[in-house]
């Protein structure tokens, strides 16, 4: 996860300026580790929502910036706060190279991506895909497994109306009902990221014997 | 309370573009400052994305997410996860089997739950023994009715997946055959409900029309459009929906154009855009051309609907190609079929 931030844009990030940010984070490694992926998260959404078709290449940039500003001997109290300001700047800076604001669906230029490109290989992911989904539900504990299946599995009638109930019968607010559901769901997410990277990596040892 | 709730819809409007530019910064601040806050806006997020791949979404709100929402790829393919994610929770709520023994490492599943609820029973008192033998009693018979139900879904999953096979062999052919239609009756073809027709308007290809019983797990109703001609007086083709259809794949037929890519809107009658589909590749057959879009059910109503395909130039410029129409009728499964 973090050799994202070696990915720079403007300025290399070094290895010392990197734990320079670590450090800074919290001088526990591995919580400074867990800020430093949240930054990173809030960073992302950010550019996202401002448009970027690349925002977790405009989150590592920014945070190259943090990152330099640190080395450089910049004070900084709070690292988030100062991520936001920086995003911002960088925002600006691609807004203005574009000369134009961002723009919506209607006037965008057609993505890159192919969705019916090739149907087979979607099909071989999407099953992988599946597979790993079934194993890391499995792995999940019996009460996230529950919620999880109750809180998005498709069911006649209105959804919102049946998560009440679920929250109900929790004894929880819908909004908490939510909030758990959105952190196993995430859970889950890097579990089933995980898994198919390592059936990537086992179709190509497949390949190369 | 209602501070909460103001939190959660300035996130879904902030989403939705609907901020001015100093609400957003200050939704933005708070959650760059407070972790709980922005674990909230993830937790909204999840949500309108998810309202949107059932189709919960509606009016003013779904324009405003197709608009605005999604209008960068990264977030185009949060919503394709999130169908795809529905499906799979959808699929494993029905098929415990799946959930519990395509574990590669299946010893470890078994510690992985039982074990720490089997230490609870060790470590708790007799009132809080008996709340949760309740609570497992109570998981148990519903794991039990689910396995009973994983076996039928297997064998279903099984018919699915050959009348998958057989349907796209069929679509090929009907494909084939309706690249240059122009002189031809094809209504013995198409073997839908308007048989007696003879025109060149979209023949729908009624696949869940197939099905005799029993809901199944991807229902795909698939639907061959030839580009509307605004002389044929018969009104649309009409494409019937069931109750458990899940899929629509609609095919658009068109004579040889050179564009690298298209675009598909799909639009009510009365203007109001369902779906917008970018970036999109033609398949090549022998004799024409033809672009697929395939997406939700429950994205269409019973209702008329009209499909634009165009073709983006080299300057990545919109040139409209065609235009299709046909309608939707929802049914249920035992419901008749009334030719029109």
């Given amino acids: ?209 | 309370m209602e501070q909460i709730h103001d939190y959660e819809d300035a996130c879904a409007r902030y989403l939705l573009g609907e901020l001015s530019e100093q609400e957003q910064t200050e939704l933005e601040e708070a959650y760059f400052a407070d972790d709980s806050l922005f674990e909230r806006f993830l937790a909204v997020k999840d949500d309108l994305i998810d309202a949107y791949a059932r189709g919960d979404l509606t009016g003013p709100s779904r324009e405003r997410f197709e608009q605005h929402f999604l209008a960068s790829e990264p977030r185009q393919q949060r919503v394709e996860e999130a169908r795809g994610f529905i499906r799979a929770v959808t699929a494993a709520s029905t098929n415990p089997a799946a959930v519990n023994t395509n574990n590669p490492a299946p010893a470890a599943t078994t510690t992985s739950w039982w074990q720490p609820i089997s230490s609870l029973f060790a470590s708790r008192p007799l009132i809080w023994q008996a709340a949760l033998a309740a609570g497992l009693l109570m998981a148990l018979a519903g794991s039990l009715l689910l396995v009973r139900q994983f076996q039928s879904r297997r064998a279903e999953r099984e018919r699915v997946q050959s009348e998958e096979a057989t349907r796209r062999k069929q679509e090929e052919e009907l494909r084939r055959a309706q690249v240059f239609p122009a002189n031809e009756d094809r209504s013995d073809r198409v073997g839908n409900k308007a048989s007696n027709e003879s025109d060149k308007r979209p023949q729908p290809k009624i696949a869940n029309n197939k099905q005799t019983s029993g809901p199944v797990p991807t229902q795909v109703a698939s639907l061959v459009l030839l580009p509307f001609n605004s002389r044929d007086a018969g009104g649309p083709k009409s494409l019937t929906l069931r109750s458990d259809t899940t899929e629509v794949r609609l095919q658009l037929v068109f004579k040889e154009e050179s564009f690298s890519r298209y675009d598909v809107v799909l639009r009510t009658v009365g203007g109001e855009q369902v779906l917008h589909r970018r970036g999109l590749k033609a398949a090549t057959n022998g004799a024409g051309k033809s672009v697929s879009v395939t997406f939700d059910a429950s994205l269409l109503r019973h209702q008329d609907y009209l499909v634009t395909l165009n073709g983006i130039n080299a300057q990545k410029q919109l040139e409209a190609i065609d235009d299709y129409y046909f309608r939707v009728e929802r049914t249920t499964p035992q419901s008749t079929i009334t030719p029109r």
Avoid at chain 1, 79 to 93: C, N, Q
């Fill in chain 1, 1 to 209: 996860m973090l050799r994202s931030a070696a990915r720079k844009k403007d300025w290399t990030l070094t290895k010392e300026a990197f734990e320079r940010l670590l450090d800074s984070l919290d001088a526990n490694r591995e919580r400074a580790g867990e800020k430093y992926e949240n930054v990173r998260r809030k960073l992302i959404e950010f550019f996202e929502a401002r448009g970027s078709n690349s925002p977790a290449d405009h989150a590592d940039q920014t945070i190259n910036r943090v990152a330099k500003r640190l080395e450089e001997g910049e004070g900084v109290k709070d690292i988030s706060a100062y991520s936001y300001g920086v995003a911002r700047f960088l925002l600006k800076e691609t807004l203005r190279g574009r000369g134009k604001e961002p723009l919506t669906l209607d006037l965008a230029p057609a993505p890159l991506i192919v969705t019916d490109e090739n149907e087979d290989e979607r099909r071989h992911l999407e099953e992988a895909r599946l597979k790993c989904f079934e194993v890391c539900l499995s792995n999940l504990p019996a009460a996230s497994r529950v919620l999880i299946i109750e809180y998005y599995r498709e069911e006649k009638g209105i959804k919102i109306e049946q998560r009440k109930r679920q929250a109900d019968a929790l004894n929880m607010s819908l909004n908490a009902l939510r909030l758990r559901a959105c952190r196993i769901r995430a859970e889950l997410g890097d579990c089933i990221t995980s898994c198919l990277d390592r059936s990537r990596e086992d179709t190509k040892s497949v390949i190369r014997h």
